[in-house]
C-alpha cells in the first residue's frame, strides 16, 4: 500500500467511487419514482451525442462531447414524451423504441465516420476504461500534498469530481422539494413546487452525471449505479435519509470492492490478466442487491 | 442503385442473400413475438434479457474451450446465452414478486448486473490463448460477414418456431395482456403465461444474437409491435401485421447494407423499422397523429357552427372570429353578421332540436337515451319519429324563428 498503490490504483478506485456515488444520488429518487429505466435509456443515447459532438468538432475533446451527450440526453427525453403523448403509447415501449433508434443511429454514424485515428468505438463506450486512468507521476501519499504533482491529476478525476459535488450540492439544495414531490406529487403542487420542472431538473441531473461517469468508466456501470445501490438500499430502511446514506454506502463499497476483485482477483487464480474494473463494480452491486432482497430488513412488500 | 436492385432480388452474392432472407425471417419473428410483451406493458424486459444473455456467452466459450472444443461452437453459445437469460428472467420475475422493489428497477438490476458479468467474462476470454480471435464482440453489434448457411437454417427453425407458439397460444397471452385478473378467474396460470411470452421473446433473442447483436435485437422486439398498434385494434391481427412490419425492416435493412459500403447491418435494419414506426405514427388510419388531428379540428368546427347558429336563433350577435368565418364561408351569415334566410333556417331548426332536447331530458330518465346529449348530437339520431312528435305535442306549437 505504498507509492505503487498511489500510482496505479488510487486515481481509479477514487474516480470508481465519485462516479457510482453521482449516479446513485439521483438514482434513490428516479427508483421511487419508478423512472428506474431513465438512466438505462440515457446510456445509451449517450453514444450518438458523442459522435454528432466529434462529427461537428472533429476532436475528441471533452467540453463538446459531455455538451454532446447531454444534449443527447435531453433530445431523448422529449421524443420519449412526445411518443407517449402523440402516440397513446406505453412510457415503457416508447422508451425502448426510441433508446434503441437513437443507439442504432449512432452505431451507423460511427461506422460511416473515419474514427482510425481517434479512440472512439462502441465497446470503449461500454467499458470504459478505468484501469489506465493511472497517476505516474505520484511517488507517494506524499505527493497528495505536493501541488505540482497534483497539477498532473488525470482530467477524469477533476472532472467527475466535480460533477460529483454538483450533484450532491443539488440534492441537498433541493432536498424538500425532491422529498415531498416523489412521494406525493399533487401534494407538492398545491404547496407550489414546481413538481414537473423539478422531474425534468431530476432527469438532467441524471443526464449529466451519467455522461460524467461515462466519460470514465463507461456505460455498463452507469446502469448498475442508477438502480443497484438504491434498489438495495430500498430494502433497508423506510426513511429517505437513510436511504439516501445506505445508496452512497453501497456505491462505494461496490467501487472500492469491484476495483480490487477486478485487479487482484486473477492473480488469486493462477491468472497474470486482469479483468475489467467496469464490469467487475457492477456484478458486486448486483451482488449487495441480491444480499438485500435476501436479507434487507424491510425488503417484504406488505408490512 | 442497380446494386439495391440486385441485392432486393436476392442477386448480390450468396452471403448477401443469406443474410437477407435470415434478417427477414428474424425480423418477422421478433415483431410476431414481440407483439404480446408490448400489450402487457412490459416490453422493456426484452431490454434485461438481451443484456442478459452476454455472460452466457462468455461461461459457454470458456467452458468450451476448458474441454478442448473450439468455444465458438454457435449451439454451444446459443445454449449458455438462453441458459443466463432465462435465470436473468426468472431473477426479475423473483424481485418483483418477493420484494417491495418494482417491476422497472428489477429490469434494470439485472440489466446492468448481467451485462458488467458478461464484460468481465469477455475480458478473461481476452486474457486466455484461444480468446484473442474468439470476436465474441461480434455478439454486442451483430456481424453479417461470416454468416453461414447453418445459422440461417437455426433462425428459420426458431423463427418459425416463435411465431408458431405465438399463433396457438394467442388467446390465453391476450387475456393475460389486457386483464390477468380475469385470466386468473378463468383458471389460466398467469405466472407460467407470463413466462412462455418472456421465453418466445427469449428465443427470437438468442437466435438473432449472431446477426443484429444483443443491443439491436432489443428494437426488433420491440419497435415493430408498437407501429402495429396504430393499424389494428385485434391482437391476432397485430401479431401478422407486427410480423410483417418486423419483417420489412429486416429484409430492407439487410438489402440496403448489401448495396452500400459501409453500412452496418444491424442498425440499419432498426432505422427501417424505426422509419415504418414514424409513418405509422402520423399516417395510421384511427389512432395516426394526422387523423386525430383533422378528427378534432372536424370536432372544433361542429361546436362552432351550433354554438354561432344558437346565438343567431337568439338574436345574439356573433364575436367569435372563427365561428364567423365558418358560418360566411357556408352562406349562413353574411360577412357582417347578419344572417341570411338559410342561416335563419338553420338556426331555427338548431334551436328547435334544443327545445326538443330539453323536453326528452325531462321525460326520459334513461341515461342511456338522454346520456348522449351533448350539445352537438341532432336528436333524430336517438329517437324515434314518433318519439319526436311526441316531445314535440309537450312543446307546444313549433315557434318559428322570428323575422323582422
Known amino acids: 500500500m505504498g507509492a505503487e498503490f498511489v500510482q496505479l490504483s488510487l486515481i481509479p478506485v477514487l474516480i470508481g467511487i465519485l462516479s457510482a456515488v453521482a449516479c446513485a444520488l439521483p438514482g434513490n429518487f428516479l427508483i421511487l419514482r419508478r423512472q428506474a429505466l431513465i438512466g438505462d435509456a440515457i446510456s445509451h443515447v449517450v453514444l450518438p451525442g458523442i459522435v454528432i459532438a466529434f462529427l461537428l468538432t472533429g476532436v475528441t475533446s471533452v467540453a463538446p462531447m459531455l455538451l454532446g451527450a447531454a444534449g443527447a440526453a435531453l433530445v431523448a427525453v422529449g421524443l420519449i414524451e412526445v411518443v407517449k403523448r402523440l402516440g397513446g403509447i406505453e412510457p415503457g415501449a416508447a422508451m425502448g423504441a426510441i433508446f434503441t433508434t437513437m443507439f442504432a443511429a449512432g452505431v451507423l454514424l460511427l461506422d460511416r465516420t473515419d474514427t482510425s485515428t481517434v479512440h472512439l468505438d462502441v465497446e470503449h463506450a461500454l467499458m470504459g476504461n478505468l484501469e489506465s486512468l493511472v497517476w505516474l507521476q505520484a511517488e507517494g501519499w506524499h505527493s497528495l500534498l505536493d501541488l505540482a504533482i497534483l497539477a498532473t491529476l488525470p482530467d477524469e478525476l477533476v472532472r467527475i469530481a466535480t460533477v460529483c459535488a454538483i450533484v450532491v450540492a443539488l440534492t441537498l439544495v433541493f432536498w424538500r422539494w425532491l422529498k415531498i414531490s416523489t412521494f406525493d406529487e399533487g401534494f407538492a403542487q398545491a404547496l407550489g413546487i414546481p413538481a414537473a420542472g423539478l422531474g425534468l431538473g431530476l432527469v438532467v441531473t441524471a443526464a449529466i452525471a451519467a455522461v460524467a461517469a461515462f466519460d470514465a468508466v463507461g456505460s455498463i456501470i452507469v446502469i448498475a449505479m442508477f438502480i443497484c445501490p438504491p434498489a438495495a438500499a430500498r430494502l433497508m430502511t423506510n426513511r429517505l435519509e437513510h436511504q439516501v446514506a445506505w445508496s452512497v454506502a453501497f456505491a462505494t463499497s461496490s467501487a472500492t470492492l469491484g476495483y480490487i476483485f477486478a485487479g487482484y482477483g486473477p492473480l488469486w487464480f493462477g491468472s497474470p490478466a486482469a479483468v475489467s474494473a467496469s464490469g467487475m463494480i457492477a456484478s458486486i452491486s448486483g451482488i449487495i442487491l441480491g444480499l438485500a432482497c435476501l436479507y434487507g430488513p424491510q425488503r417484504s412488500r406488505v408490512k | ?404
Open chain 2, 1 to 404: 442503385m442497380s446494386l439495391f436492385v440486385e441485392a432486393f432480388f436476392l442477386q448480390a452474392g450468396y452471403n448477401a442473400t443469406l443474410v437477407a432472407i435470415g434478417a427477414g425471417v428474424l425480423g418477422f419473428a421478433a415483431g410476431a413475438s414481440g407483439t404480446f410483451p408490448f400489450l402487457r406493458k412490459r416490453a422493456l424486459i426484452s431490454d434485461a434479457v438481451a443484456h442478459a444473455t452476454l455472460p452466457g456467452i462468455g461461461l459457454a466459450f470458456i467452458l468450451m474451450v476448458t474441454f478442448g472444443g473450439d468455444g465458438r461452437s454457435l449451439l454451444g453459445l446459443i445454449a449458455g446465452s438462453a441458459l443466463t437469460a432465462w435465470t436473468g428472467l426468472l431473477l426479475i420475475e423473483w424481485i418483483s414478486r418477493r420484494t417491495r422493489l418494482t417491476e422497472d428497477a428489477a429490469i434494470g438490476a439485472i440489466l446492468g448486473t448481467f451485462f458488467g458479468a458478461g464484460i468481465v467474462f469477455l475480458t478473461v476470454i481476452q486474457g486466455m490463448s484461444a480468446g484473442r480471435q474468439a470476436g465474441l464482440e461480434g455478439f454486442l453489434l451483430g456481424s453479417t460477414a461470416g454468416m453461414l448457411f447453418q445459422d440461417a437454417l437455426l433462425i428459420a427453425v426458431g423463427g418459425s418456431l416463435a411465431v408458431l407458439v405465438t399463433w396457438l397460444m394467442r388467446r390465453p397471452m391476450t387475456i393475460v395482456a389486457f386483464d390477468s385478473d380475469y385470466a386468473m378467474t378463468l383458471g389460466y396460470d398467469v405466472r407460467r403465461i407470463d413466462l412462455l411470452m418472456m421465453g418466445l421473446v427469449l428465443s427470437v433473442t438468442v437466435i438473432g444474437l449472431k446477426l443484429v447483436g444483443l443491443i439491436l435485437i432489443v428494437a426488433m422486439l420491440i419497435i415493430p409491435a408498437v407501429a402495429a398498434r396504430f393499424w389494428t385494434d385485434r391482437s391476432t391481427k397485430m401479431i401478422w401485421i407486427a410480423g410483417c412490419i418486423g419483417g420489412a425492416s429486416g429484409y430492407l435493412g439487410a438489402v440496403l447494407s448489401a448495396s452500400a459500403p459501409a453500412m452496418p447491418t444491424g442498425p440499419i435494419i432498426v432505422l427501417v423499422a424505426a422509419g415504418i414506426f414514424v409513418f405509422s405514427l402520423l399516417f395510421a388510419p384511427d389512432r395516426g397523429v394526422l387523423v386525430t388531428l383533422f378528427r378534432h379540428r372536424g370536432f372544433q368546427a361542429r361546436v362552432h357552427r351550433r354554438q354561432g347558429l344558437l346565438a343567431l336563433a337568439a338574436h345574439h350577435p356573433i364575436r367569435e372570429a372563427y365561428t364567423l368565418r365558418l358560418l360566411t364561408r357556408e352562406g349562413l351569415v353574411r360577412p357582417d353578421g347578419v344572417p341570411t334566410d338559410a342561416g335563419r333556417a338553420q338556426a331555427a331548426k338548431i334551436a328547435r332540436d334544443e327545445r326538443r332536447w330539453d323536453v326528452a331530458r325531462e321525460i326520459y330518465q334513461d341515461t342511456g337515451l338522454t346520456g348522449r346529449y351533448d350539445g352537438l348530437t341532432p336528436i333524430e339520431d336517438v329517437f324515434t319519429a314518433d318519439e319526436i312528435a311526441e316531445l314535440d305535442h309537450q312543446l307546444g306549437p313549433p315557434v318559428t324563428a322570428r323575422t323582422e
